[in-house]
Each structure stands twice: as structure tokens, then as C-alpha cells.
């Protein structure tokens, strides 16, 4: 019964979430969904898509990120469609350190669209798969959730919380056939990082770190850090004593 | 700032550098003013057209998107920053291929048009801008420009074969061609002089789609070398070629290329393939782009970098220019690399400043070594002048004014459409500003 492969992409118009869609459909026609919230830009996305792979079916949807009950029904309405095999949830922003220190409204926004909206989404599919018996989450945490740091930890303590809801849904699903991959890119050109870019930061390519995630989706492992060396270069800032580590200014 | 050079690697220079992704967010970030700035797609342009030092640079990469492609016409849409090679591997499966490419498919379509790139092909299908049936403009003050050859033709005149210096393309329709599929027909010519080079040249024109020739200019009198033909083969059962790829891992701290390595490499290629004269079947991936699996090759050249020096002179004086430019390279004894020989046809050019007109074209790599060098590429620039030629501002970092000036008369018409808020090293080189 290999019917095509039904992927659902949340926050489709995010540049490592495309690179993905684009090895997808490469490699075999699939029916993707394409959740956003801006229908032009979402258009443009599935446009290219379809010009990469004519055989692959595009549909897309508008939603908004920040209310449950809206992520409640466009899960619904993807689910009405025949259960999904693989959900990325890819959306999210960087948000200015300072300026979530000066106002708790930004702050709030920061963790809502980094950490809550992603959480709601991956519980909403959970349901869906836990039904069916069947079916991959991923999350995109970042290796900014590995350890709280003065410079961003209003982003990375939304990436934390992500990372500790695809750790619950593992042990959840544990001896399911129901698994959940945590991804933790490390600094990656895209238009996230395009203020760094400009200062002259070393970014990996997002066609690198997209195959790289592909892959890893592939061989269904719960936790990976893209590129690899990120595992071993977050393991000795995770222990490093605080004595040390209040000293760096990073 | 980021430092970044050309693929001459002549020199590196500090650039702001502001990525575009989006072509509805183009307008906003180029119009944001911090002194003028520049389009830059894969740097492929071996001197100062895809620099503007301590300015900005607006990386194209990112405008990757396709837009629509239909199968039936062969029209394809796209943003400016896809690469050739990605069109290619998309639409040659699907028995369509791009009708004109240069020498590597790295480049992006903005950076081929900006150029009005030619390839080997161009006696029969002439330039890049020859199959836009449209593009789509964006100036620094928002304006958006959609042109063609028919809609506000003098502003695609202008901005195919611009130079970037119009405004940010974002979007182009191209008609692409038929094909059966990937194979060519190859043939390979040896021939004595340049007098025989015309002769197959002429001959080929008719019934080869792709012709170039290699020119040995080193040995005696120079003017000998090979000549390389080949026309779209019918489909073939056998598999495609695996791709191989290789980098050129770090910088030597010489140049690799020298008079040691030069003669033997030249005089060992044209044996090679004169033993393998004649026909065969080839993958047009490595005929028509030999270097693209050598990723980095320009690093061979060491630390100083090199020059690439393409001339085009008028077929009637071509015989004599190009012979006393060979005897110029051979007396000097640096040898070129890679010398390439070839005819462009008669065929009316698409942009004010489009290099290819009717003549022959010399292309020749020399390894940067400073005064001895330039006092070289002046002697050249001498002969070029006198048999009423141009040099290709692509390959260009240090051509004089006057002979700028002298190659392309409808400059001052071009001046008009330039963007005030754009500007390169190249432009402030040869337009002042
Ligand atoms: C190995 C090799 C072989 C080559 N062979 C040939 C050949 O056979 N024939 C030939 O004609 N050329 C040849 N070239 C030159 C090359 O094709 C051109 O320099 C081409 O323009 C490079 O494209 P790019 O994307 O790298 O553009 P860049 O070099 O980055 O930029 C080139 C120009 O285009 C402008 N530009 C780029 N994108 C845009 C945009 N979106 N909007 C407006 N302006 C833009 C830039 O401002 C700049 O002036 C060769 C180069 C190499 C390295
Ligand atoms: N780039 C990095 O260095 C890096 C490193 C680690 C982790 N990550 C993570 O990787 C994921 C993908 O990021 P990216 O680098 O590909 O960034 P990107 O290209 O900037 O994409 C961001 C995505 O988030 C969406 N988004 C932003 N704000 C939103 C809002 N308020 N409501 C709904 N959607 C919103 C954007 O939608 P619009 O297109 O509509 O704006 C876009 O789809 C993110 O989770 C990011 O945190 C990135």
C-alpha cells in the first residue's frame, strides 16, 4: 500500500523548512500541505514547489499561530484529508534580546511564536497520530535551548520548552510506531540570521543543513544537532561550570 | 562588513552584505540607502563588475524560487538568483535546455543577463538576452520596470548586458529549446594555423550548433590548436555520467600556473587529443562546462590571482590581431592556460552594451605578476584598440577608459537608465561614477 507520502509543513515559508520540501518532492512526488500565515507568500513557495515536481500535489493554509483554536481547526482540516506520515513544525523568529528586556509584550511574543505556538502544534498532530496509530512530528528546537546565555535567553528558553515537549511526546509514544525527531540547527543562513550575516557571522548553507535534517528525519533520530559538530560544541558549554561560564559574553 | 573578492581573485574588498530572498521584500531593502550598492550573483565575473568596494553588495542566492514552467511552449519563469545549472537539471529530463550558457552553469540568471552571457553556440542562437522574452526590474526608489524586446524595449536594451547598473532584476521569462536529450555528437579538429582555424570555423558554422576552439600560444608562431564541435545527439539508452567532484582544497602560495607547467600541460594537451581526434559521444555537462567539476580552480592561480583578458575584433582585421596577440602572450612567456578561440556571427546584439559582435573572440588566462603583467595586457589593449575591437567588461579589472569608451558607442545612450543609487568598482572605473 505506498501510496504518496502525505507531509504537512507548519511555517512552509521558513527558508530550512523549503530546502526540506525541496529534497522531498525531489526525490519522490509527495502531497504536501503548506500552513502559514501569509497566502502570498505561501503561493510562491508552492509554486516553486510544483514547478520541481508536476507529479506532487500542493495545498495551502492560513492560519494564525498564536490561537489555539486555530491551530486546533487547521489541524483538523489537514487531518480531514487522510492522516499524515511526516509534520515539520518549522516557524519561528529571533527576537531582539533588549528589546524583550524592555517590554514584556515583546517578550511574551518571543516565547508564545517560539515555544508555545510550536508546543500547541505538535501536541494538535500528536492526537491526530496517536488516533491513527502512526506517523512522524518534527520540532525545530535550536542549540540556543541548550544552555540559557545573557545575549538571548528569551529565544532560547522558547527553544528549551521545545525541546523538553518532543522529549515528553518521545517518551509518550515510546514503543509506538508514532516518533517524534528534535532537530537543533546551529547558526544557518537564512533570513532569520540576515542582521548576523551583515555583521560578517559564519553561517552553515541552508541547502547543507536541510539535507542534513532530511537525513535525519530518515533515520528517525530522536534528538539531532545539524551540523553534527554542534553536539560536541554544546556538550562542553552545557558543562561548563558557572564560574567560568558567567565570565563569557556570549 | 565581509571581505569578499571576484573570481579572478585579483583582490579582496570590505562589503556590506544584505541578503534578498523575497522579490516582494526586494524593494524596501535596496532602497534603504547607506550609499550606493550593487546586485551580486555567484561572483562568476572574474574582475570589478560584481564588486563595489567599502559599499554594499545585495546577494541574489537567495531569490531562488521558480515560478512556472510550462512544458507545452518551453517557457519558464524564475527569480533572478536561480542557478543555470538548477534550470538545466530540471528541464532537460523533461526534453527542454537552455538555448545559451556560458562556459560554467554556476551563474545566476540576473548575473547572465546583466552580461548578456554567450556560449558556444552563439553563430546560431547568439546571446543570453536573445531568449528573455521579459524581465522584471526593480530600481532603488521602488519603481518596478517589467520590459521585453516589445514593452519599454530601451529599458531590456539598457539592462540586458547592463552590468547591474539599471536595477535589481528580480524575475525573468525565458524561452528554452527543444531537445532530445542530454548527449552531444562531438568532434575534435586539430589544425596548423590560425588561417586554417577560419577555414573550419566557416565551414562549421553551418552545420555544428556549438564550436570553440583551443589555440596553443606558446610554441613557434603560435596559432595552432583544436578545434571542438559538436550538435544535440538523439536520445541514447546508455545511463547519465556520475557526477565526480573535486575542490581545489587550499591556495598554493605560488601560482601553479607557470612557464614549467604551461608548455607541458599545452604541448601534452594537444597531443592528447590529437591521438583522440574525431568523433565521440559526449554528456553535454562536461563539453559544454569542462571546469565545473574542478570546484575552486581558480585558486590554482595562488595568492595574486589572475587576469582573464576577451577581445572581440572584426572578422576583416581578425587573422592579423589575433596572430600578433598570440605572438605578444608567446614573447612574453608566462603562457596562458586556457587560450579559447572562437567566431560570433553577424547576429545584431540585444543590449546597448552587450559584448558580442560580429568577429573573433580570443580569451586569455595570465597569471597575475604585477608590472610584468600589465605591461603585457598594454600591448594587447594597443592591438585590440588599433583592429577597432572591445574587451568584455565580465572578464575585466583593469581596462583603460578611452578603449572602454571607443568599444561601445552607445554608452552615453546606456547612461541614461543607470540607477543613481547603483554602483561598481567596475562602473567608477570606466563611467566615472
Ligand atoms: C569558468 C567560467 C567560464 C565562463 N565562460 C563564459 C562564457 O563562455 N561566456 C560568457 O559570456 N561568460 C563566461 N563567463 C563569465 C560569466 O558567465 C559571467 O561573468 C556571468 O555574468 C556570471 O554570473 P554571476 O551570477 O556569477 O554574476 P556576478 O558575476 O555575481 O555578477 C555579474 C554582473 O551581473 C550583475 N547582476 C547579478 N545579478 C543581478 C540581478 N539580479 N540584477 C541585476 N544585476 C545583476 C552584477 O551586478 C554584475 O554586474 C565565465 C566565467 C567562468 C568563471
Ligand atoms: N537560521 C538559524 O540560524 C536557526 C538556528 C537554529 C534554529 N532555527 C530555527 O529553524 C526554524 C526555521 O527558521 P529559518 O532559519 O528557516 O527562518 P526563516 O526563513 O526566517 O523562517 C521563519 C518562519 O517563521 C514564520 N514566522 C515568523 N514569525 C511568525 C509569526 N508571528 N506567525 C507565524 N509565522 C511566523 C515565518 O513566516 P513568514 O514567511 O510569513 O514571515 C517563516 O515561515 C525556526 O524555528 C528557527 O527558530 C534557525
Request: net charge positive; glycine share 10%; charged share 20%.
Amino acid at each position: 500500500m505506498s501510496s504518496t507520502k502525505k507531509i504537512v509543513i507548519v511555517g512552509a515559508t521558513s527558508a530550512i523548512a523549503e530546502h526540506c520540501a525541496r529534497l522531498w518532492v525531489q526525490r519522490e512526488a509527495a502531497e504536501m500541505v503548506l500552513v502559514g500565515r501569509d497566502a502570498a507568500r505561501l503561493a510562491s513557495v508552492s509554486a516553486d514547489l510544483k514547478v520541481r515536481s508536476p507529479q506532487s500535489s500542493f495545498r495551502f493554509l492560513c492560519t494564525d499561530f498564536l490561537d489555539s483554536t486555530a491551530i486546533q481547526a487547521t489541524v483538523d482540516a489537514v487531518g480531514a484529508a487522510g492522516a499524515p506520515d511526516i509534520v515539520l513544525i518549522a516557524h519561528g523568529a529571533l527576537p531582539d534580546q533588549g528589546e524583550c528586556q524592555e517590554s514584556l509584550a515583546a517578550c511574551r511574543d518571543a516565547l508564545m511564536l517560539n515555544g508555545v505556538s510550536p508546543a500547541l502544534f505538535a501536541e494538535a498532530f500528536a492526537e491526530a497520530m496517536h488516533k491513527v496509530g502512526r506517523g512522524t512530528i518534527v520540532l525545530i528546537g535550536s542549540v540556543a535551548g541548550d544552555r540559557g546565555r545573557k545575549s538571548n535567553y528569551v529565544y532560547g528558553s522558547a527553544k528549551g520548552m521545545v525541546s523538553r515537549y518532543a522529549q515528553g511526546l518521545q517518551h509518550r509514544f515510546a514503543g509506538s510506531s508514532v516518533k517524534v525527531v528534535l532537530l537543533k540547527p546551529g547558526p544557518t543562513d537564512t533570513p532569520m540570521t540576515a542582521h548576523l550575516k551583515t555583521q560578517g557571522a559564519k553561517l552553515a548553507s541552508v541547502e547543507s543543513v536541510a539535507a542534513q535534517i532530511v537525513a535525519a528525519i530518515e533515520r528517525g533520530r530522536p534528538v539531532a544537532y545539524v551540523p553534527g559538530k554542534w553536539r560536541l560544541i554544546m556538550q562542553i558549554i552545557r558543562h561548563l561550570p558557572a564560574f567560568v561560564f558567567n565570565k563569557l559574553n556570549i | 562588513m565581509t571581505l569578499l573578492s571576484s573570481w579572478g581573485r585579483l583582490g579582496t574588498h570590505m562589503h556590506r552584505i544584505v541578503g534578498l530572498t523575497d522579490p516582494a521584500r526586494v524593494a524596501p531593502l535596496i532602497g534603504a540607502g547607506q550609499g550606493p550598492g550593487l546586485a551580486r550573483g555567484m561572483g562568476r565575473s572574474y574582475g570589478d563588475a560584481c564588486l563595489n568596494p567599502e559599499g554594499t553588495l545585495w546577494l541574489t542566492e537567495g531569490l531562488d524560487r521558480f515560478v512556472s514552467f510550462d512544458e507545452q511552449s518551453g517557457r519558464l519563469v524564475c527569480n533572478a538568483g536561480v542557478l543555470l545549472r538548477d534550470i538545466q537539471q530540471l528541464s532537460v529530463p523533461r526534453g527542454w535546455i537552455l538555448p545559451v550558457t556560458p562556459g560554467t552553469q554556476m551563474v545566476t540568471v540576473g548575473g547572465a543577463i546583466a552580461n548578456d552571457v554567450h556560449g558556444k553556440n552563439h553563430h546560431l542562437l547568439g546571446t543570453f538576452g536573445d531568449h528573455v522574452l521579459r524581465l522584471k526590474l526593480i530600481r532603488t526608489d521602488g519603481e518596478v520596470i517589467e520590459c521585453s524586446p516589445t514593452q519599454r524595449p530601451e529599458w531590456f536594451a539598457a539592462t540586458v548586458g547592463g552590468l547591474g547598473l539599471t536595477g535589481v532584476i528580480v524575475e525573468a521569462e525565458i524561452q528554452l529549446r527543444r531537445v532530445a536529450g542530454p548527449w552531444l555528437d562531438t568532434e575534435i579538429v586539430p589544425y596548423a594555423n590560425l588561417e586554417e582555424f577560419f577555414h573550419l570555423a566557416d565551414a562549421t558554422e553551418a552545420d555544428w550548433e556549438h564550436s570553440v576552439s583551443w589555440v596553443d600560444c606558446i610554441t613557434g608562431d603560435g596559432g595552432r590548436g583544436l578545434f571542438m564541435r559538436a550538435n544535440p545527439a538523439p536520445a541514447q539508452a546508455c545511463p547519465e555520467p556520475r557526477r565526480r567532484q573535486l575542490t581545489v582544497p587550499v591556495v598554493p602560495p605560488f601560482s601553479l600556473v607557470n612557464k614549467l607547467s604551461v608548455l607541458p600541460f599545452n604541448t601534452a594537451y594537444y597531443r592528447l587529443k590529437k591521438w583522440k581526434a574525431g568523433r565521440s559521444l559526449a554528456h553535454y555537462e562536461p563539453f559544454l562546462y569542462p571546469l565545473d567539476n574542478l570546484h575552486e580552480w581558480n585558486r590554482l592561480y595562488g595568492p595574486k590571482g589572475f587576469f582573464q583578458y576577451q577581445s572581440v575584433v572584426p572578422r576583416e582585421v581578425g587573422r592579423e590581431a589575433v596572430q600578433s596577440m598570440l605572438r605578444e602572450v608567446a614573447r612574453h612567456g608566462e603562457g596562458s592556460f586556457l587560450a579559447v578561440l572562437k567566431t560570433f556571427s553577424e547576429r545584431p546584439a540585444v543590449g546597448m552594451l552587450s559584448f558580442p559582435r560580429a568577429g573573433v573572440t580570443l580569451t586569455l588566462d595570465l597569471p597575475n605578476k604585477g608590472e610584468r603583467t600589465s605591461a603585457l595586457l598594454g600591448r594587447l589593449d594597443a592591438l585590440v584598440q588599433e583592429a577597432g575591437g572591445r574587451l568584455y567588461p565580465a572578464k575585466d579589472a583593469r581596462m583603460p577608459r578611452t578603449l572602454f569608451e571607443s568599444g561601445y558607442p552607445r554608452l552615453n545612450e546606456f547612461l541614461k537608465y543607470r540607477d543613481p543609487n547603483i554602483s561598481s568598482g567596475l562602473s567608477r572605473r570606466l563611467m566615472g561614477s
